[in-house]
């Protein structure tokens, strides 16, 4: 079984940065892609940021110059550098993986909160 366990998160005020992590663990044979969503209050679960096991990344319009995603191949591990926060950006947000475990499976993990109020 894999898991995906984030940390990170917190309240902070806008214009402030956090830095999200996930780190996956369990029966992983390889780890193809990263990404970040997110669910703000009421609305439908949205993507972030996306990042492949070959470096390419994506950063969706609503964040991008102030979020960045990274990885760290070798500690199964994704980040999300958040900067210059909004209160807009206050959501859960939950790092998803699609993983080889002898499939080919999507994982997610728990989601972590992250409020932007002054």
């Known amino acids: 079984q894999v898991r995906l366990v984030e940390s990170g998160g917190g309240s902070v005020q806008p214009g402030g940065s956090l830095r999200l992590s996930c780190t996956a663990s369990?029966?992983?044979?390889?780890?193809?892609?990263f990404a970040w969503y997110r669910q703000r209050g009421g609305q439908d679960r949205e993507l972030v940021a996306t990042l492949t096991i070959g470096g390419s990344s994506n950063v969706e319009d609503s964040v991008k110059g102030r979020f960045t995603i990274s990885r760290d191949n070798a500690k199964n591990a994704v980040y999300l550098n958040m900067n210059s926060l909004k209160p807009e950006d206050t959501a859960v947000y939950y790092c998803?993986?699609?993983?080889?475990?002898?499939?080919?499976?999507?994982?997610w993990g728990q989601g972590i909160r992250v409020t932007v109020s002054s």
């Open positions: 369990g029966a992983i044979h390889s780890i193809n892609t």
């Open positions: 998803s993986s699609s993983i080889w475990d002898g499939q080919h499976r999507q994982y």
